[in-house]
């Protein structure tokens, strides 16, 4: 906080996500990684793609974030709901010791308003014209006012049942600082790809489908830890 990348709301909105990485294992699922391909294959077929970063994902997962910003040409946006004079810079100064070049939202005079928000995070710039957002640790507001603006959204939050996770089109159910890094494989590996392929990919998804067998594998889980967890006592 002291160098003001993160705000404190933010880290207790974080620490509140993180505690349902206990109940998926810690690890990163095979419906997670079903749906990181999806959204990179998503991602590498949009016209106008961009990645909504956050203080939390700034400071969490900068260097893969900036990696796939330049590896697939897309713009990374800063996009704050707690504003604080120099916090911008901050963030701007992380992603550019982490390698971005192509960096928005800093300039307010390029700045439109996203319309069914009242927050701070209706002003944006990429985002007004971009059809699909990459939005890690995204409150569930913006996420419906991305939707009802006619955007692709994807998701990145532990949460299965968070208003962001139900609204977006891909969730991906695991903690950024796992699914950052396979982002960045996959989309090595799907820049090869023809775009028939990609929609491929694509065609054969289903969020609800994805969300339902993601809370089947929490409740198999805690099923499973109910058996097995005190065995630690023997």
């Known amino acids: 906080m002291k160098n003001l990348v993160v705000a404190e709301a933010g880290l207790i909105a974080h620490g509140r996500g993180e505690c349902f990485d206990y109940i998926i294992g810690e690890k990163t699922s095979p419906m997670a990684r079903s749906a990181i391909k999806v959204a990179v294959a998503a991602l590498i077929i949009a016209e106008k793609p961009v990645i909504s970063v956050n203080g939390n994902v700034a400071a969490l997962v900068p260097e893969e974030l900036s990696e796939l910003s ?4 897309i713009p990374l946006e800063i996009n704050l709901f707690y504003h604080q004079k120099g916090r911008i810079d901050a963030i701007k100064k992380v992603l550019e010791s982490a390698g971005a070049r192509d960096i928005r939202g800093i300039d307010e005079k390029k700045q439109k308003v996203l319309d069914n928000l009242e ?13 699909v957002v990459l939005v890690p640790l995204e409150d569930g507001d913006r996420t419906e006012a991305l939707k009802r603006n006619n955007k692709k959204v994807i998701a990145i939050d532990l949460n299965p049942l968070s208003r962001t996770a139900l609204w977006a089109d891909i969730t991906i159910v695991d903690n950024v600082v796992r699914v950052l ?18 929609k491929d990919i694509l065609s054969k998804f289903d969020n609800k489908i994805n969300i339902k067998n993601t809370l089947d594998l929490i409740v198999n889980y805690i099923e499973k830890q109910k058996e097995e967890a005190f065995k630690i006592l023997e």
């Open 119 to 131: 927050s701070n995070r209706r002003k944006v710039e990429y985002i007004a014209e971009a059809d």
């Open 181 to 198: 890094p396979i982002m960045v494989e996959i989309a090595k590996e799907f820049k090869n790809l023809s775009e028939i392929e990609l």
């Open 70 to 73: 330049n590896l697939l040409d």
